[in-house]
């Protein structure tokens, strides 16, 4: 079985992120793109609450960089815990950590901050595979798997130092909400309750940008 082997969603969320990032790159389409999808956070203010979300759909066109280290980490991180959990809970979780990411940057950046990327969805997931090796970390597996994510996030929080514009209010909103909805898929039986965790968490970041 291939690396993405029964992961439909990982695939498609590759697929619309590069698709996307190629209509970006078409002459106009790019800048009707950013101003239609894009996390601008005075527009989030204002009502526009679906901008949390949507950004993982555009990637910086000044570099080619930005797309291609979320892709792969996508592509790494993904197959497994979506055929660990099911798709379906996957997008949740997937969709969840974007929103989480976006309302961390809504509060913690400037109202006139602008973030696209897949950046905190991704972490999301860092943040499952994170709780999982926490909860094996008495087993040797798990603690294999719980120092290689730490150097991982050790690695990706430096970034923000050397790299300018990278959001790591996303990163961290995502982080939580992927760890806290791995602890809570612990605790859940089947593949409908853990769909229903992760829109919980989706939906309760909705609210806290709309009623704070």
């Known amino acids: 079985m291939s690396r ?3 992961a439909p969603a990982t695939k498609t969320f590759i697929g619309l992120a590069v698709g996307f990032y190629l209509l970006a790159s078409l002459g106009g389409m790019g800048e009707t793109l950013f101003q239609t999808l894009a ?31 979320n892709m792969w980490a996508l592509w790494v991180l993904g197959p497994q815990v979506e055929r660990g959990v099911g798709t379906w809970p996957f997008v949740g979780v997937y969709l969840a950590s974007a929103g989480v990411g976006g309302a961390f940057m809504f509060f913690l950046s400037e109202p006139q901050a602008v973030a696209v990327g897949a950046s905190g969805a991704i972490f999301g997931l860092f943040g499952v595979w994170l709780n999982w090796a926490v909860r094996r970390r008495n ?30 209010e996303a990163h961290l909103g995502g982080l939580i909400a992927g760890f806290v909805i791995g602890e809570l898929w612990s605790r859940a039986r089947n593949e409908t309750a853990r769909v229903a965790i992760a829109t919980a968490i989706a939906a309760l970041a909705v609210v806290a940008v709309l009623v704070l």
């Open 4 to 6: 993405a082997g029964g």
């Open 39 to 69: 996390q601008a956070n005075f527009l989030v203010g204002e009502g526009e609450w679906w901008r949390l979300f949507t950004p993982v759909l555009l990637h910086s066109s000044d570099s080619i960089t930005h797309i291609l280290f």
């Open 139 to 168: 087993t040797a597996y798990g603690r294999a798997l719980l120092r290689q994510i730490g150097f991982l996030l050790l690695l990706n929080a430096a970034l923000p130092f050397i790299i300018r514009n990278i959001a790591w």
